[in-house]
């Protein structure tokens, strides 16, 4: 062989494979280590020192800090990861369900619902509801002071 040292003859397969392994775990030591620290903040049951104490205890001695807080509170680590999920899919489905209704035009009972809290405020007379409700049953169109300021008629 020359002088020349070829990396390939240096460093066999199997060396490779070992070096992966411990890099990968290395990585989802990390990991598990990022999401303990969460969970203590997230935890609303710990209180201000108990979260000092197990971030401290973490970031102190890290291996045995998360080794046991996975053994004392790695159940509820669990329930609140679900809590969490759970809470985040309702607002989502809570916004897209109020999207959808600001979207969508108004039927003729809505028109008619606002009508009768409009007369009821005051903001229409009698008169003005009964020809703003023929308009929206027969289909001619919406009422004709929709959004209007209050009438000053009296009654």
């Known amino acids: ?4 040292t070829y990396l390939a003859y240096d460093y066999p397969a199997l060396s490779v ?25 997230r935890d609303d049951a710990l209180g ?9 205890f973490v970031v102190v001695l890290p ?3 998360v080794f046991v807080y996975l053994i004392a509170r790695g159940k509820g680590m669990g329930r609140r990861e679900i809590e969490q999920a759970r809470a985040q899919q309702q607002a989502v489905d809570d916004y897209i369900r109020q999207t959808a209704q600001a979207g ?7 028109e008619l619902a606002r009508l009768v809290d409009m007369r009821a405020h ?6 003005e509801f009964r020809r703003a409700k023929e308009l929206v049953l027969t289909g001619s ?10 009438s000053t008629t009296a009654r």
């Not at 201000?48 to 401290?56: L, Q």
């Not at 969508?104 to 809505?110: E, I, K, S, V």
């Open 48 to 56: 201000g020192w108990g979260k000092a104490g197990w971030t401290v």
């Open 17 to 41: 494979f070992w070096s992966m392994l411990v890099f990968f775990l290395w990585i989802m030591w990390f990991v598990l280590l990022f999401r303990v620290v969460v969970d203590i903040f």
């Open 63 to 65: 291996f045995l800090g």
């Open 141 to 150: 169109g919406a009422s004709p002071r929709t959004g209007a300021a209050p």
């Open 1 to 4: 062989m020359s002088a020349q």
């Open 122 to 127: 005051g903001d229409i007379t009698d008169d």
């Open 104 to 110: 969508a035009p108004a039927t003729r009972a809505d």
